[in-house]
């Protein structure tokens, strides 16, 4: 017996200059980003992920940081990280090229899974 999903979530990208900015809608979630994944992807950005509404929760680099709407924190692609939303949420996720992200905030690893 199969069932329909009820399940929404929206996904918008918008590009100015070299800043990339996504914003995500959905119902909870939980996100993972594996080691694979990371080292598969591109590596050229750091990403600023500004909770707009619900919780979040951020792990990377052996550190977890809770968002709530109007907190942002740094996370690197690259590496591997985990997100999980408990609810609703809205998430804009500004997306910088990483010389930039580092001549702003220095060594990225010391600086994702922080609130900002």
């Known amino acids: 017996m199969s069932r329909a999903s009820h ?3 929206s996904v ?3 590009m100015c200059g070299a800043l990339e900015v996504s ?4 119902q909870s979630q939980f996100v993972r980003r594996t080691p694979s994944q990371a080292a598969a ?3 050229g950005h750091g990403c600023l992920g ?3 509404s619900g919780p979040g929760v951020l ?3 052996g ?3 809770s968002m709530n709407p109007g907190e942002a924190a740094l996370f690197d ?3 591997p990280y985990s997100m999980s939303f408990s609810g609703d949420f809205s998430l804009a996720v500004f997306s910088l090229p990483r010389t930039l992200v580092a001549q702003v905030c220095g060594d990225t690893e010391r600086m994702t899974a922080r609130l900002l």
């Not at 914003?23 to 959905?26: G, N, R």
Request: hydrophobic content about 20%; proline content about 8%; overall charge positive.
């Open 23 to 26: 914003t995500v809608t959905a």
């Open 63 to 65: 550190r977890e940081c």
């Open 50 to 52: 500004l909770q707009v």
């Open 12 to 14: 918008t990208r918008d």
């Open 59 to 61: 792990k990377q680099d």
């Open 7 to 9: 399940y929404r979530a």
């Open 77 to 79: 692609p690259s590496r």
């Open 41 to 43: 992807g591109p590596n």
